[in-house]
């Protein structure tokens, strides 16, 4: 019989190492996710501040329904953003080799030649957590939602002209237990003193998602103006596919306030959302109220799992977003307040959901 080193494993304990490996599975993908946004990350802040003409951004999100005194559905939501200089600009500057415009170029949707376009690229990391209203039973909750978590890594192209701005974006990630959705909300929760969710258990099985979002927005003229105050509009359409989530939406923001921003507009934790194109403006602030309109196609974290058998619950076919809130921006920076109230999302929700947002946002 022939001898196998050591280290070969039998055909017997097979099963044991493959179990093995699939405990271990979710700590390395979030380890690799993270691993990859810091990557991203070290280079824009070993650079920053070498040329002041080419800022970078940066956006910190903090999503969550204790604002409104819940615990239930949409529950919280943490993301980081980094947004890059004109991508033009650090070709000229040599930051990036010359054949690198060719491939940008050639990107669908946002591979207009006008040299006055401006074009950016985005990296972003986030959590997002769902569960039920009643997260103190540990029984299956038959009509109500399915607690679930969505890690993801997104990379998104930006490409705006004075009018509008065209995005595309790629999320990658895990739902379900790699996502570790249930160890943060436990964590802070004991953290907090707060009431310990017992249901994990019935959340949605582990699952790979992906999702391909396009998002054009328009930036209308001020309605009107009186020396630096003003009032404009902004509004949007785009659509999502993949298994993680397939819609249409569309919807518009309205601003009212003193050194209105050349952007457009305030954003949530949302695919395509984020729409910072602007930096080191003067100091200023507004008011805003806005709108997006979504039609569901799929939604996993009401429809279940797209392979696998979960509990899952019957979703309505549109849902809206009703926001409102006040930004505050200085020459570095920006500090945005969002309250949102969303409609109703699945059969059975008794009451629509409402959470608050607050963003950080650092220009460097």
Known sequence: MPHFPPFFCSARCLPEAAMSLFRFAPLVFFRGLS?????????????????????????????????????????????????????????????????????????PFINDPDPAMKRKVEFSLGQNIYTPADISRSDLLVDDRPYAGWTYFAAAFHSRSKEWMDTIELQLGMIGPSSFADETQKAIHDLRDLQRPNGWEHQLKNEPGVAAIYERKWQFAPFFSNGAFAMDAISHLGCSLGNVATYANTGFETRLGWNLPDDFGVSLIRPAGNTSFSARQQRGGYLFAAVNTRAVLRDIFLDGNTFAHSHSVSKKPVVADLAGGAALYFKQGKLTWTQVLRTKEFDGQPDNHSFGSLILSFFF
């Open 35 to 107: 691993l990859c946004f810091l990557c991203l990350v070290a280079p824009a802040l070993s650079l920053a501040g070498e040329e002041p003409q080419l800022p970078w951004t940066m956006h910190v999100y903090f999503e969550n329904d204790l604002f409104t005194g819940t615990d239930r559905n949409y529950t919280n939501g943490v993301k980081i953003s980094l947004i890059s200089p004109d991508l033009v600009s650090f070709v000229e500057s040599g930051k990036l080799p010359d054949w690198s415009l060719e491939y940008i170029y050639r990107l």
